[in-house]
């Protein structure tokens, strides 16, 4: 049973925007935090970005005053708006949802990823 959809990648050019969403059933999303991993080429999966049930954000530093993460109650549905980007932001990013959901632990729940791709 698919719980989280992800959506929203592509390949933009260095300095373009893309904004991701993702789709979680009502259960998950109305008792969890939700956050966006990114796995690059060769590295770990890295949390880039996380958002309390409470609207509560937390960004990685390399990201901050670029992407905003926000989430849609009424919709399900959590968004990373992408600004600004560039050639490391390259990645398959991941929709992740859980009780506990921090730089160190990921949550229970994972969507399928989405690639994106910054063109230099």
């Known amino acids: 049973q698919v719980q989280l959809v992800e959506s929203g990648g592509g390949l933009v050019q260095a300095g373009g925007s893309l904004r991701l969403s993702c789709v979680a059933s009502r259960m998950i999303f109305r008792s969890n935090v939700m956050g966006w991993f990114r796995q690059a080429p060769g590295k770990q999966r890295e949390l880039v970005a996380a958002i309390t049930v409470g609207g509560s954000t937390d960004y990685t530093d390399s990201v901050k005053g670029r992407f905003t993460i926000s989430r849609d109650n009424a919709k399900s549905t959590m968004y990373l708006q992408m600004n600004s980007l560039k050639s490391e932001d390259t990645g398959v990013y991941y929709c992740?949802?859980?009780?506990?959901?921090?730089?160190?632990?990921?949550?229970?729940?994972w969507g399928q990823g989405t690639q994106v791709t910054v063109s230099s």
């Open positions: 992740n949802a859980g009780v506990v959901l921090t730089r160190t632990r990921s949550g229970d729940y």
